[in-house]
């Protein structure tokens, strides 16, 4: 009985197929990991070093006011006027534009006291100045805090600091207060758009509403704040508005 031969040819081919079946699977493990450690600075490392350094601008722009303010974070009475705001104001004043002495520097504090939110203001809405900072930033070409039209702000939902993660968590009544270093406004919820079209610049307006879905928005002109961001979560597809009317405003005590 003949005992079949392999031939080298054989062997040699096989064993290059081997080789290369394990160098691919080390290359695919390479890649997971490389793609987990990616995941994972987006998901964490970027989360902690933006709200640390913005929680550092609120502090740093609270003791160059000389004003702490600390006690309007409070979750636990969101429906109530934050300390040293003024009684409400059907028509307050118009002030003079508090804008920063440089591009991108934060000039003013947003506090969310149901979301126990607090954070800077930058002019703005650039990724890599302020918003992958942790910022909320200001709509160029929006009325600054106070004035009549639209103050508007945009912030991430996810990543870097995620300071809008739960925008939608917001309902009608909530309190939003905006502190400069000269006065104090007080805005209250009226409206949660829940998703709408990146391109919706009608959301921004003077008097803001809706293009895509008329049905939500203002008719008359007013002080009003509009808070943006992304949704759903970890996609940039809608968009996710908030509403508020100024209610209260004057100088900071």
């Given at each position: 009985m003949r005992t079949p031969l392999v031939e080298h040819g054989t062997l040699r081919r096989r064993a290059r197929i081997r080789r290369a079946v394990l160098g691919g699977a080390e290359l695919l493990v390479t890649v997971g990991v490389l793609l987990l450690l990616l995941v994972?600075?987006?998901?964490?490392?970027?989360?902690?070093?933006?709200?640390?350094?913005?929680?550092?601008?609120?502090?740093?722009?609270?003791?160059?006011?000389?004003?702490?303010?600390?006690?309007?974070?409070?979750?636990?009475?969101?429906?109530?006027?934050?300390?040293?705001?003024?009684?409400?104001?059907?028509?307050?004043?118009d002030t003079t534009p508090e804008t920063p002495s440089s591009p991108d520097t934060p000039y003013a504090?947003?506090?969310?006291?149901?979301?126990?939110?607090?954070v800077p203001i930058a002019e703005g809405t650039g990724k890599r100045n302020v918003l992958d900072k942790g910022y909320a930033g200001h709509y160029l070409h929006t009325q600054q805090p106070g004035q009549k039209g639209n103050f508007a702000l945009a912030g991430h939902r996810n990543t870097h600091g995620e300071p809008f993660r739960h925008l939608d968590r917001l309902r009608k009544g909530d309190l939003i207060t905006v502190e400069t270093r000269t006065a104090r406004y007080t805005y209250t919820v009226d409206t949660v758009l829940p998703r709408t079209s990146p391109r919706d610049t009608g959301v921004i307006g003077p008097v803001p509403r809706s293009l895509t879905r008329p049905s939500y928005g203002y008719d008359a002109p007013g002080r009003y704040l509009t808070l943006t961001t992304c949704t759903p979560e970890y996609t940039s597809r809608y968009r996710l508005v908030v509403w508020g009317t100024l209610t209260s405003g004057g100088p900071r005590r």
């Open positions: 994972a600075h987006q998901l964490w490392w970027t989360n902690r070093e933006a709200k640390e350094g913005a929680e550092r601008r609120v502090e740093a722009l609270e003791r160059e006011w000389g004003d702490p303010g600390a006690s309007d974070t409070g979750a636990d009475s969101p429906h109530t006027d934050p300390p040293g705001a003024d009684s409400p104001l059907t028509d307050p004043p504090i947003l506090t969310i006291p149901r979301l126990t939110l607090r």
